[in-house]
């Protein structure tokens, strides 16, 4: 975080706070379609520890939220298999901040404005902290995978793609 900067107050932090989840704050330069590459470089942290939240749609339009690696793909096709839905793709931009609340590029799963099932990529769970995003552009918070388990129980599925 840049000295002069001051951790933004979010829906996400708030949401932290009021679960009683310990994190760290991290600011960097956001650079429009840089994704966790930019964020894991400006951070210097390996990409595989950034998650993004992803939100995408059933083929029934409800919403989804899928946490990955920085540095994989989902398989929409082997989310659906496994969630048990015919298909699953990204939403458009306007529509996931109806969901969510957020803009794209500062899409955090706490403090969401739905709540929304979350499927989490079982391998997170390996890594001892995570870099996910804090509910603004240019600003992800550092937290404990398995403190994600306990405020939004989220299913494991096994759906990266390199």
């Not at 939100?55 to 969630?83: N, W």
């Not at 990529?121 to 390996?126: M, R």
């Amino acid at each position: 975080m840049h000295k002069d900067e001051q951790a933004p107050e979010t829906p996400a932090t708030r949401f932290l706070r009021k679960h009683g989840i310990a994190y760290s704050s991290h600011l960097y330069r956001y650079e429009e379609h840089g994704g966790t590459r930019v964020s894991a470089r400006e951070l210097n942290v390996n990409e595989h520890a950034v998650v993004k939240s992803l939100v995408m749609e059933d083929e029934q339009h409800r919403p989804l939220m899928v946490l990955m690696h920085g540095d994989r793909k989902v398989s929409t096709k082997e989310l659906a298999r496994q969630i048990g839905v015919k298909k699953v793709e990204a939403c458009e931009p306007e529509t996931a901040r109806r969901h969510t609340g957020y803009l794209v590029g500062g899409t955090s799963p706490f403090g969401t404005k739905k709540a929304l099932p979350i499927f989490i990529e079982k391998s997170i769970f390996d890594l001892s902290l995570i870099y996910i995003n804090g509910g603004r552009r240019g600003y992800l918070v550092g937290v404990h995978p398995h403190d994600i388990v306990r405020v939004l129980q989220p299913k494991p599925v096994e759906v990266a793609l390199a």
